[in-house]
T-cell receptor
Framework: DTGVSQNPRHKITKRGQNVTFRCDPISEHNRLYWYRQTLGQGPEFLTYFQNEAQLEKSRLLSDRFSAERPKGSFSTLEIQRTEQGDSAMYLC???????????????FGPGTRLTVT | QKEVEQNSGPLSVPEGAIASLNCTYSDRVSQSFFWYRQYSGKSPELIMSIYSNGDKEDGRFTAQLNKASQYVSLLIRDSQPSDSATYLCAVNSGSARQLTFGSGTQLTVLP
């Protein structure tokens, strides 16, 4: 399978705990995005990496959230001191290098569903 | 005002009919437009992209774009029960070309 992969697929944690999610993009995709989706809403942008550089962060990304993409390959998203409001589906998407409009397409992984109790 | 608006539905059509899904957007400089299909509990799956005014056809799917009216639509011909899902309209925006999504339209195709 050469698609975007995410782990874990499900995570249940208690309020106040830290959690970390991993995303492995499609091979050779240098652009990687994190989104969050709550029930009944479309995904909302969190942050963007081009290679290993984090170039864009949404206002949704509070200081409890941190993301990394060492070596420009996989990425991790960590949430510290989780709150019940963090319960959502966390989605990763990747996209190939920009050359023309076709490369603006983003392909999503299966997501990590986080439940904070 | 939300940047991408979709009719929330739900929309029900009989099997074999044409399903029409609509979307409007507010950012006039947007250049790229996408339709994603999302089954319950699954992640969004890209089904159509459109960049120029007019129609783009791919199998049973036709995307229509009118930049002057800031309007995008998706037509599904010969609808099948397997088309039952939530359809998300998305627009590239921002320096990172991140996607801004509508809330989605839930489609049910009745056998």
């Amino acid at each position: 399978d050469t698609g975007v992969s995410q782990n874990p697929r499900h995570k249940i944690t208690k309020r106040g705990q830290n959690v970390t999610f991993r995303c492995d993009p499609i091979s050779e995709h240098n652009r990687l995005y994190w989104y969050r989706q709550t029930l009944g809403q479309g995904p909302e942008f969190l942050t963007y990496f081009q290679n290993e550089a984090q170039l864009e962060k949404s206002r949704l990304l509070s200081d409890r959230f941190s993301a990394e993409r060492p070596k420009g390959s996989f990425s991790t998203l960590e949430i510290q001191r989780t709150e019940q409001g963090d319960s959502a589906m966390y989605l990763c998407a990747s996209s190939p290098p920009w050359r023309d409009r076709v490369t603006y397409e983003q392909y999503f992984g299966p997501g990590t569903r986080l439940t904070v109790t | 005002q939300k940047e991408v608006e979709q009719n929330s539905g739900p929309l029900s059509v009989p099997e074999g009919a044409i399903a029409s899904l609509n979307c409007t957007y507010s950012d006039r400089v947007s250049q790229s437009f996408f339709w994603y299909r999302q089954y319950s509990g699954k992640s969004p799956e890209l089904i159509m992209s459109i960049y120029s005014n007019g129609d783009k056809e791919d199998g049973r799917f036709t995307a229509q774009l009118n930049k002057a009216s800031q309007y995008v639509s998706l037509l599904i011909r010969d609808s099948q029960p397997s088309d039952s899902a939530t359809y998300l309209c998305a627009v590239n925006s921002g320096s990172a070309r991140q996607l801004t999504f509508g809330s989605g339209t839930q489609l049910t195709v009745l056998p």
